[in-house]
């Protein structure tokens, strides 16, 4: 196939149509297959309106009170990081729970020292916190994972949203209602570049809730983000095949006048934006200089931060990397040496760009996993220096939106094993950035069963709504 004339050019596709039959499979004309595809992307988009935050809120009710923050960065590192080699390094506790990582380095906050693979962070603390103190007693990867990414437990009778879902429930509407350029057509809730399959994001809130993962390399040209761009298609060869379709399409031109037929024009034209006008180009991280790219560092989590950085500026709510890697059960300083000095190059790139551009005051940056590691090293086989799960204490790094920077929260004991004072819950954090982003804690969604559920659970013993965190807000 090597020409775009509909009068010579078939396509075979099995198992297609009522079109005549050759050799064990169907053809259909290139007409009926470019009339078929353009009708499910714009049906797939006008359809997924739904899905993007286009639809209402389930409970209608008062608009909400906008806060200091108006988008989340979360920086997932997916498995697990070690506390004691990032950001509460405990070198007094000897080789057994330092490993060769026993050389803290000073950073721009008085008295603050975190990891020495992290001396971009370092220079720049003045711009974070960090809490030393977050805990929840839970070693395994999928209940620990649900448990920080919604506050809750799992195992009653509701399986409930992320704090992504809940924040496009709050705050995807409005982020369509104020952008009045197409840019207002990129979803509200993005994550870069796979999700985790661990646990239902949306949870009881539905599918039109769920993220919009990109797939894809953002280190690569260009970035194949799935059902937008396509590497095997250029952007000629679309406008040429947009062209042809509307040259063919006399249908939609006698019947122009249709509502229907108009709806369907529309959503076409939002999907065509999304592949070959500015709102796709969003993802492309290979729209910046050359010089930007390298100071986030040529690797898909660095440029996973860049393209992160440009979602924020067109006005997207909130996204995810789920950066991978960090279950070191096995070589877990070899694996130290390649992944911390990215995290260390593309976080600190992500943190001071956003400060440059006067988007940290509105942008909330939270990066942790669903645990720490165990601080002290197994060096028996089959570990051989590993760290396993440990959920008894991690740390958490927060950023802007209106967190306190320069400030440690909590502390661990002399070997990092526990909180040794103010202890912080995911729920903690979580009410704490809900309160960021105008949205009440308290405040209530409902379930389709028709109940009223909290989106936070009622403090116990009488504790105070996000708890020690109230010293950072």
């Not at 250029?234 to 509307?246: D, F, N, Y």
């Not at 924020?312 to 909130?318: I, K, L, P, S, T």
């Not at 939106?401 to 990092?416: A, Q």
Request: net charge neutral.
């Amino acid at each position: 196939m090597t020409q775009d004339n509909p009068a010579h050019v078939m396509l075979t596709v099995e198992g297609s149509g009522n079109c005549e039959a050759a050799a064990g499979s169907r053809a259909i004309h290139r007409r009926a297959v470019l009339r078929r595809g353009i009708f499910g992307a714009a049906g797939l988009l006008w359809g997924s309106r739904m899905a993007w935050g286009f639809a209402p809120h389930l409970e209608p009710g008062a608009e909400r009170s906008q806060g200091k923050a108006k988008a989340v960065i979360q920086i997932w590192l997916w498995g697990g990081p070690s506390h004691l080699d990032t950001f509460d390094p405990k070198p007094d506790a000897g080789y057994d729970y330092c490993g060769p990582l026993d050389k803290p380095i000073a950073t721009n906050v008085d008295g603050l020292r975190i990891g020495q693979l992290l001396p971009e962070l370092a220079k720049i603390a003045d711009k974070y916190s960090v809490i030393r103190s977050m805990a929840h007693g839970v070693n395994a990867h999928e209940t620990a994972s649900y448990l920080v990414q919604t506050g809750r437990m799992p195992g009653d009778r509701y399986v409930y949203p992320c704090v992504g879902a809940v924040v496009s429930y709050f705050r995807g509407q409005s982020a369509q209602a104020e952008s009045q350029t197409p840019q207002g057509l990129i979803p509200p809730y993005i994550v870069l570049t796979e999700p985790q399959g661990r646990f239902s994001e949306a949870g009881f809130l539905g599918p039109r809730y769920k993220p919009f993962a990109t797939g894809g390399d953002p280190a690569r040209t260009p970035f194949a983000v799935e059902g937008i761009v396509s590497t095997a298609v250029t952007a000629e060869r679309q406008k040429s095949r947009r062209e042809l379709l509307q040259r063919l399409d006399t249908f939609r031109k006698a019947m122009q006048d249709e509502p229907n037929i108009a709806e369907f024009v529309k959503a076409e034209e939002t999907a065509y934006d999304l592949i070959l006008g500015d709102s796709g180009k969003a993802f492309e991280p290979s729209q910046e200089s050359d010089d930007v790219r390298e100071r986030y560092g040529r690797n898909t989590f660095g440029q996973s931060c860049l393209v992160a950085r440009r979602l924020v500026e067109r006005g997207v709510r909130y996204i995810t990397i789920n950066y991978k890697g960090w279950d070191t059960h096995k070589q877990h300083f070899q694996i130290m040496q390649r992944k911390l000095p990215e995290l260390d190059r593309g976080l600190s790139a992500l943190l001071s760009d956003l400060s440059d551009r006067g988007l940290l005051d509105s942008t909330i940056v939270w990066c942790c996993g669903e645990f720490g590691r165990t601080p002290k090293i197994l060096w028996e086989p089959p570990w051989s220096g590993g760290r396993n799960h440990w959920g008894r204490a991690f740390s958490v790094l927060v950023a802007g939106g209106g967190f306190r920077p320069g400030c440690v929260v909590g502390s661990t004991d002399p070997k990092g094993e526990a909180p040794q004072d103010q202890p912080v819950h995911p729920t903690d954090l979580i009410a704490a950035m809900y309160q960021l982003l105008g949205i009440d804690p308290t405040d209530s969604l409902r379930h389709p069963s028709g109940d009223m559920v909290r989106l936070t659970p009622e403090p116990e013993n009488g504790k105070p709504l996000c708890g020690f965190l109230r010293a950072i807000l």
